[in-house]
């Protein structure tokens, strides 16, 4: 079956640095995949869709890449905030949009 | 704020009971998804709903159960509750068509505690 793997350690990074968290999936081949972000005891935020012809998607200080080859998306936070500070999903869609367990981001100043 | 809207935000209750959660999608959004959280979990999928009609199914125990009104607004029911159903319940809706790809926007949750 479809499985989607994020690093479940939490990341901590500086202020004003990148940050970078990583979505791994097997057994499946999609057409897009997403992120979204959820702050604690709140539901998830949609942030940014990737076909899988985009290779790159960029909105504001985000950027997603997505790589079929090693079934692979990177999440980029440039100059990250304290305010960056949540836990970050990524999701594939298949007869139903799978989640994956989320990495948690903490910038600190 | 996302448009979804669930009660009630917090709900307590003991083993064996049974209790009801509801979900109003965006306006115009067909259709509506569940979802459950718990501490050491993801994102549960649990049931989709379209246009009234049920459109996928995930891990949803044979307790559970749910249904979307002609109005859209959808109901989550939880019966013979059990100290691990405590968790957040989420309630998400996407626009027309209810394609997996769609963006989903999800309501604030209903944490429910089960004593």
């Known amino acids: 079956s479809q499985k989607i793997e994020q690093n479940s350690e939490a990341l901590n990074i500086q202020e004003g640095k990148t940050a970078t968290l990583t979505c791994n999936y097997t057994n499946y081949s999609p057409a897009y995949l997403q992120w979204y972000r959820q702050d604690p005891g709140r539901g998830p935020v949609f942030l940014l869709l990737?076909?899988?012809?985009?290779k790159e998607k960029r909105k504001e200080r985000l950027k997603v890449t997505f790589d079929t080859t090693l079934k692979q998306s990177l999440f980029h936070i440039t100059a990250s905030q304290p305010a960056d500070s949540a836990t970050y999903l990524c999701?594939?869609?298949?007869?139903?949009?799978?989640f994956g367990t989320g990495t948690r981001l903490q910038v600190f100043p | 704020d996302s448009g979804v809207t669930q009660t009630p935000k917090h709900l307590i209750t003991a083993t064996g009971q049974r209790v009801t959660l509801r979900c109003s999608p965006r306006?115009?959004?067909?259709?509506v998804y569940w979802y459950q959280q718990s501490l050491d979990q993801g994102l549960q999928f649990l049931i989709q709903?379209?246009?009234?009609?049920?459109?996928a199914k995930g891990n949803i125990l044979e307790r559970f159960s749910a249904q979307q009104f002609p109005d859209l607004h959808s109901e989550l029911n939880l019966s013979s509750l059990e100290l691990g159903d405590s968790a957040l319940y989420f309630c998400?809706?996407?626009?027309?068509?209810?394609?997996?790809?769609?963006?989903?926007?999800f309501g604030a949750g209903t944490r429910l505690s089960v004593l």
């Open positions: 998400a809706s996407s626009a027309s068509g209810g394609q997996a790809k769609n963006i989903q926007y």
């Open positions: 999701a594939l869609p298949t007869d139903k949009l799978i």
């Open positions: 709903y379209y246009n009234g009609e049920e459109r």
């Open positions: 306006s115009g959004d067909l259709s």
């Open positions: 990737i076909r899988e012809n985009e």
